[in-house]
């Protein structure tokens, strides 16, 4: 691969991860970086991420290779109205957004549908910014790409084989496709988990009984509510159709089962609840989705041969049992690419301190 141009407006947590796992991959690449934050742009030229940086949208970006847009979704339309005059025909614009439909619709309104194709890493973290940013956030997640009806299949590929170079996994749908699905599995969840908690609050005593004993389930099912509510509202704005619709059949089957309860329908409860396990336990990565296992660390371990094995040696070496392990490619909500399962807490604990000690990164959702 000839040495590369790369731009980024927006060094956050997903473009710093992304330039940190391109410079990784092509440590002879040019990698401009606009960032509002003086501080951002000087520690990622500091850590020789970025080569050249700026605080303005000018023609040092016009002329990349590949423009990744990591700035927040509102800001999108914005800043591609100041770097059109600047865009050269040859570069490949991608964005990084949750929500695929309005930056489509803007590329097409500015006439740039034969050089973008959508980008959306299924990955991240409770952890924002640059100074959380690494390479191995990309790692084995789903990176899902949606190409205009106008881009060149060359384009397309040539971005498929980018992501690959960053070890992600590329899947590649419409725009719409991505909405509809990512409402379902992603946006749902997170006004389902909100609302749970809302009601408990609503509904707790005086001396907070319910707060005080909520665990297992319940904290699973909620913690992805404690994400930002600035992202999320801005989600629901940009996909509301989308969620709108899905929402409403969801309060169709809640009040269908709250009929079953009412009247004590006893196989319709017994068909809900055994045919959502079934469905559930089709899953193939039981580590994707909203709902994490319980006494689960989430690990960051480098993409090379050896490294699984290596932590299984090391908890092998301790005693500490593993209940499941597996690999997470949905990972807008959890912390690493591996997940382990224990069958206590206690092994959790344990676990964590020899991470710690033999210089591995970890999360652990309680």
């Not at 970086?33 to 970025?50: F, K, V």
């Not at 050249?52 to 040092?60: A, E, F, H, P």
Request: with cysteine; net charge negative; proline share 4%.
């Amino acid at each position: 691969m000839s040495k590369l141009t790369f731009g980024f407006v927006g060094m956050g947590l997903i473009g710093g991860s992304i330039a940190k796992a391109l410079r990784s991959e092509q440590p002879d690449c040019t990698i401009i970086a606009y960032d509002l934050d003086a501080t951002t742009l000087a520690t990622a030229q500091s850590e020789g991420i970025a080569d050249v940086v700026t605080t303005d949208l000018d023609s040092r970006l016009g002329h990349c290779d590949y423009l990744f847009l990591c700035a927040p979704v509102a800001h999108n339309e914005d800043n591609l109205l100041r770097l059109k005059p600047h865009l050269s025909p040859d570069c490949l614009i991608t964005d990084v957004g949750s929500v695929k439909t309005p930056i489509h619709r803007q590329i097409a309104r500015l006439g740039l549908e034969r050089q973008f194709v959508g980008g959306h890493p299924m990955t991240g973290s409770e952890r924002s910014g640059f100074t959380n940013a690494k390479a191995v956030l990309l790692e084995n997640a789903y990176y899902i790409l949606t190409p205009t009806n106008a881009v060149a299949p060359e384009l397309l590929s040539s971005l498929r084989t980018l992501v690959l170079s960053m070890k992600a996994l590329p899947l590649v749908m419409t725009c719409e496709e991505h909405d509809h699905i990512t409402a379902a599995v992603s946006h749902l969840p997170h006004i389902v988990a909100s609302s749970l908690v809302g009601l408990v609050r609503d509904s707790d005593s005086a001396a907070g009984q319910m707060k005080m004993i909520a665990a297992g389930g319940f904290k699973d099912i909620t913690r992805i509510a404690s994400s930002s509510p600035v992202m999320w509202q801005q989600i629901c704005l940009n996909n509301r159709d989308n969620i709108g619709a899905l929402l409403g059949e969801y309060i169709n089957a809640l009040t269908s089962i709250s009929e079953s309860i009412r009247t004590g329908d006893e196989a319709a409860l017994m068909d809900f609840f055994a045919d959502a396990r079934n469905y559930r336990d089709s899953f193939v990565d039981s580590a994707s989705g909203p709902i994490a296992q319980s006494h689960a660390l989430y690990i960051d371990i480098p993409d090379k041969a050896g490294a699984l094995a290596a932590i299984v040696t090391l908890f092998a070496d301790h005693d500490i049992n593993i209940k499941n392990i597996g690999i997470s490619h949905n990972r807008e909500q959890e912390e690493g690419v591996l997940l382990i399962e224990f069958y206590d807490a206690a092994s959790v604990g344990n676990s964590g301190r020899l991470l710690t000690a033999a210089g591995y990164g970890y999360h652990c959702k309680s």
